[in-house]
Nanobody, 126 residues
Framework: QVQLVESGGGLVQAGGSLRLSCTAS????????MGWFRQALGKEREFVAV????????YYVDSVKGRFTLSRDNAKNTVYLHLNSLKAEDTAVYYC???????????????????WGQGTQVTVSS
């Protein structure tokens, strides 16, 4: 069982930055690919980014490429999603998720992830 706790959300002006963190329980963190999803009000949850267990590979949805950066520190059981050049359309609840496949840079569907955090709200004012 893996428990995920997100933090770092908040209110920021357009063009600003935030860093989201997701800390996992357990001792096998590097066996999991970690993904981030987001859900805006009234919309379906969508994939944002994924990082493999070693941190050696990442993949981003086109809408955030060049603005968001995903990294991980396996010694701290934590992944970080750096959100830069934020836009109003980035406003959403952001969720981290863990998939039991360390090499899964292709993991972009919710059904491929086993564990989920509770979410953290990001609000971008224009």
């Amino acid at each position: 069982q893996v428990q995920l706790v997100e933090s770092g959300g908040g209110l920021v002006q357009a063009g600003g930055s935030l860093r989201l963190s997701c800390t996992a329980s357990g001792r096998t963190f590097n066996r999991y690919s970690m993904g981030w999803f987001r859900q805006a009000l009234g919309k379906e949850r969508e994939f944002v980014a994924v990082i493999t267990g070693s941190g050696g590979s990442t993949y981003y949805v086109d809408s955030v490429k060049g603005r968001f950066t995903l990294s991980r520190d396996n010694a701290k059981n934590t992944v970080y999603l750096h959100l830069n050049s934020l836009k109003a359309e980035d406003t959403a609840v952001y969720y981290c998720a863990a998939a039991a496949n360390s090499g899964g840079s292709w993991l972009r569907r919710e059904s491929e992830y086993t564990y989920w955090g509770q979410g953290t709200q990001v609000t971008v004012s224009s």
